[in-house]
């Protein structure tokens, strides 16, 4: 059985932290996993992603310097470091898995959850 489940998600004053946890099992602890997130009325977003070694990671723009993505396949965990969070960080956000075939596309995603942060 492959499953992703992400938590963490909660409410969070603006210049705060935050931290989310996906908990991988089966063959997704041997995949690339990526976090995205779809804001309201937005398109969904990919914004890191950590190889399956956890060696590698890699940022948008726009959280790199902010945000840490690792893993630890051991435990069958991916968390995502969010730090000096702002209002445009509100989103609901998904932790995926990218298998071989699906590349460059993810094929396993979690249910979400929504992080939420005023101003």
């Known amino acids: 059985q492959t499953n992703l489940v992400e938590s963490g998600g909660g409410s969070v004053p603006a210049g705060g932290s935050l931290t989310l946890s996906c908990a991988a099992s089966?063959?997704?602890?041997?995949?690339?996993i990526a976090w995205f997130r779809q804001a309201p009325g937005k398109e969904r977003e990919w914004i890191a992603a950590?190889?399956?070694?956890?060696?590698?990671?890699y940022y948008a723009d726009d959280v790199k310097g902010r945000f840490t993505i690792s893993r630890d396949n051991n435990k069958g965990m991916v968390w995502l470091q969010m730090n000096s969070l702002t209002s445009d960080d509100t989103a609901v956000y998904y932790c995926?898995?990218?298998?071989?075939?699906?590349?460059?596309?993810?094929?396993?995603w979690g249910q979400g959850t929504q992080v939420t942060v005023s101003s």
């Open positions: 995926a898995a990218q298998s071989p075939a699906s590349r460059p596309d993810y094929d396993y």
């Open positions: 089966g063959r997704t602890l041997s995949y690339p």
């Open positions: 950590v190889s399956w070694k956890g060696d590698r990671q």
